[in-house]
């Protein structure tokens, strides 16, 4: 095997070992971190030749969303305050960036991953602030099923011609990973009217029409803003949003302001109708004012705040509405209100935009309908002695094998479902049912069934699909009492196609499969209704004539005994009358076996005779006459012939005394 295919083939061994590190769509993850930020030179520079701030610690907190097993949305905020090698003026005197990215999760163990972000972020130096892109390289490390710890590596790059900044901190901190609702199923979100599936992104833009306090001698003014937020539950949504405003000031001002609010808040959706929601929501917000003048101010007038720049915050509210125009779209209509306390200024704003609505968790699956009730009748009492048979040499050996071999091929076999679906389906139930005796019949047996996706949809969704549709065959076979423990569940999602080049629904169905295999027992498989082998008789040993304690040799020892007293008792008869009709006519009698004037002993063998001729005048008949010597005139048949009963006299007759 080449080098790059073994390289693959162990990144995806320790994909698929690592599931258990995925997160359900709509897992809130909330933490708090400690940042040590490596600044810019150029910052906090008064002249080229003077020096800027130092190195310091500081701190943060993060929000994030799973969408996805592996994909989540994350917002974070951090505070350092700032000091200063060389400088008397402390205007700049903190730094406090606030960022948004997205984030990849590469799981290794439970609550564990590796994770590659990027996205944007607002860099502020007191009253200064930059725009740039942000990037994020770090770990998770679970500590439990809750708590995991988090380090970081995270690089900005502020690229503003007035300040290019670049930007590195490390840091370190505690998550807590706090699942969200289980997915809906269909009935469930249609009674929701159409509710978002936990872990559903919503991205929109609005226009905003601003009504500002009147202590900033602005005038309400049209703006512009966006939108991102997720569904932990149909209900919980955490979001973010910023908007932008020009604002013309009053007469007698020097110049406009700008007005850029961003706000985190949690909303709660109220459905009603399809696809239709009210919702409340309660954040905080962080308020920018900068002058159109310059978009760097080194200092806050107090006496009048609309000069220059400053920013506040704030709590904020937003009440609205929000109606489905399709299955992913929607209209937003929104009020907000943000009250900065210091300086104390109340602005309020109205909304209008569109929204979609996209990923989410997939439809789970209904439930699965409970086991047939058990017949707990005591059923009525079956003779089970067994029919002795004759069996063939061999025979029953071969029989087993056979047997055994068609149990592992039941054992084995593949059920397959639906698109996008883990549910059993009718045909795959009567696949599992033939499974349930045989496992019963070998206690010690364990199996290991591994789910199997077609090549549609993302790679860890379908990691996720194959793992739901193991579970569904172990489900099925433990309501119908197989023991959980020996069963062994796992996923291979997409990447072990029966078909690789599916195309058509028929190709693809061969992928969508649960495959099963033995891991422990299947050496000598216990096949209901079957004995172990024995050992034939050989074809060419003669029948034994003693006497045999089992039940069928008793039964033949029985017979050979019936038969040779009743073959004695047919010829002492026979005798009897030869020698009767011997003295009526004076014809001698005779010994020969096949004569016409004796019956057949034996149908299958001797010729069919004639009966014997009864004497003409019966009165007349000669007494009769006993034998002296009737072993003279016995033969014993071959062995395994058949004897007839005694044949009745000829009428007129006298049957020979015994």
């Known amino acids: 095997m080449s080098v790059g295919r073994l390289a693959a083939a162990s990144v995806a061994a320790s994909l698929f070992a690592s599931a258990a590190g995925a997160q359900t769509p709509g897992t809130l993850e909330v933490g708090g971190f400690g940042q040590y930020t490596i600044f810019d030179d150029r910052v906090g520079r008064t002249t080229a030749n003077s020096e800027g701030a130092e190195n310091e610690f500081g701190y943060g907190a993060r929000v994030g969303v799973f969408f996805t097993p ?8 951090s505070y350092t305050k ?11 005197d903190h730094y406090s960036p606030l960022a948004l990215r997205l984030n990849y999760n590469f799981p290794f163990a439970t609550n ?23 990037g994020l390289v770090g770990a998770r490390i679970g500590l439990g099923r809750v708590l995991a710890l988090r380090v970081d590596g995270v690089y900005n790059y502020l690229p503003d011609d007035a300040a290019k900044i670049d930007e590195f901190y490390v840091r370190g901190g505690l998550s807590a990973l706090i699942p969200g609702a289980g997915p809906m199923t269909a009935e469930q979100q249609a009674q929701m009217g159409g509710a978002p599936q936990p872990g559903t992104v919503e991205i929109g833009g609005f226009g905003q029409y601003s009504f500002f306090d009147g202590d900033l001698n602005l005038e309400n003014a049209f703006g512009a803003g966006a939108r991102i937020g997720a569904f932990v539950t149909p209900i919980i949504q955490p979001e973010v949003d910023f ?40 954040g905080a917000s962080r308020t920018f004012y900068q002058t159109t003048a310059s978009p760097y101010y080194r200092g806050v007038d107090e006496d009048s705040p609309t000069v220059g720049g400053a920013y506040n915050w704030g709590a904020s509210g937003l009440a609205g509405v929000r109606v489905g125009l399709g299955q992913r779209v929607a209209l937003r209509l929104d009020g907000v209100a943000d009250y900065l306390p210091e300086p104390k200024f109340a602005n309020f704003g109205v909304r209008a935009g569109l929204s979609l609505l996209l990923g989410g968790a997939r439809p789970a699956e209904p439930a699965e309908p409970p086991p047939p009730p058990v017949d707990t009748t005591t059923p ?16 029953a050996g071969q029989g087993l094998r056979a047997a055994q071999e068609a149990a592992r091929a039941a054992l084995t076999a593949v059920i397959y479902f639906d698109f996008d679906r883990s549910n059993i389906r009718q045909d795959a139930a009567g ?9 019963q019949a070998n206690p010690e047996m364990r199996i290991r069934i591994t789910g199997n996706t077609d090549t549609r949809g993302s790679d860890e969704y379908n990691l996720a699909l194959g793992q739901r549709r193991a579970a569904a065959a172990r489900r099925y076979l433990t309501q119908r009492g197989i023991d959980a423990s020996r069963i062994e569940v796992a996923s291979r999602g997409e990447e072990n196609p029966v078909n690789a080049n599916a195309s058509t629904e028929e190709e693809h169905q061969q992928n969508r499969r649960d495959e099963f295999e033995i891991v422990v027992g299947g050496e000598n498989i216990m096949v209901p209704g079957m004995a172990a082998p024995t050992t034939a008789p050989s074809p060419s040993a003669a029948p034994s004539m003693a006497p045999t304690t089992d039940s069928a040799g008793m039964m033949r020892d029985t017979t050979m005994m019936r038969d040779s007293t009743m073959m004695r008792d047919s ?30 002993l034996d149908s299958t063998t001797a010729t069919p005779g004639t009966p014997p001729t009864a004497p003409t005048d019966s009165s007349a008949a000669a007494p009769a006459m006993t034998p002296t010597d009737s072993t003279s005139t016995t033969t014993t048949p071959p062995a395994g012939s058949t004897t007839t009963a005694p044949t009745t006299p000829p009428t007129g007759t006298t049957p020979p005394r015994r």
């Open 431 to 439: 696949i599992l049912d033939a499974k349930i005796p045989l496992l």
């Open 571 to 600: 010829t002492m008869m026979r005798d009897s009358t030869m020698m009767r009709d011997s003295t009526a006519t004076g014809t001698p009698p005779s010994n020969n076996l096949n004569s016409t004037t004796a019956p057949a």
């Open 243 to 282: 908007s932008y405003t020009e604002a013309d000031q009053d007469e007698g001002s020097r110049t406009n302001l700008r007005v850029v609010p961003i706000a985190a808040r949690l909303n709660f959706n109220f459905p009603f109708g399809a696809r239709n929601a009210f919702i409340l929501g309660g």
């Open 70 to 77: 592996r994909w989540s949305i994350e917002g974070e905020g």
């Open 82 to 92: 700032l000091d200063y090698l060389s400088r008397t003026s402390e205007d700049i």
């Open 112 to 134: 564990s991953a590796f994770i590659i972000g990027a996205g944007a972020t607002r860099s502020d130096y007191g009253t200064t602030f930059n725009y740039g892109p942000s």
């Open 380 to 395: 009525a009492p079956v003779d089970t002695a067994p029919t002795p048979a004759p069996v063939e040499p061999d025979t």
